[in-house]
């Protein structure tokens, strides 16, 4: 896991506490769109060094992302 991938984990624990979009902070904080910061964040979040690293922001994200992908089902 990258010192990037840290910071994308240690954002999603806390970005809720800035100010403004929280597409506007990942462009700020990463350079990223917010398409591409969502890619690399669903990426990392398969990861075990992930769940080592921040095993509750992980587990919450694992469980919205499930959530999401069970809506859209048939």
Do not use: C, H
């Not at 990258?2 to 597409?23: H, M």
């Not at 669903?42 to 992908?69: C, F, H, K, M, W």
Request: no cysteine; hydrophobic share 35%; net charge positive.
């Amino acid at each position: 896991m990258t010192d990037v991938d840290r910071q994308i984990l240690d954002f999603e624990r806390s970005w809720w506490q800035q100010r403004g979009s929280k597409e506007d902070a990942i462009v700020a904080n990463f350079g990223l769109t917010p398409v591409r910061y969502y890619q690399r964040l669903n990426q990392v979040l398969d990861t075990p060094e992930a769940v080592a690293y921040a095993p509750t922001v992980v587990n919450r994200l694992r469980r919205i992302r499930g959530g999401r992908s069970q809506r859209t089902r048939p």
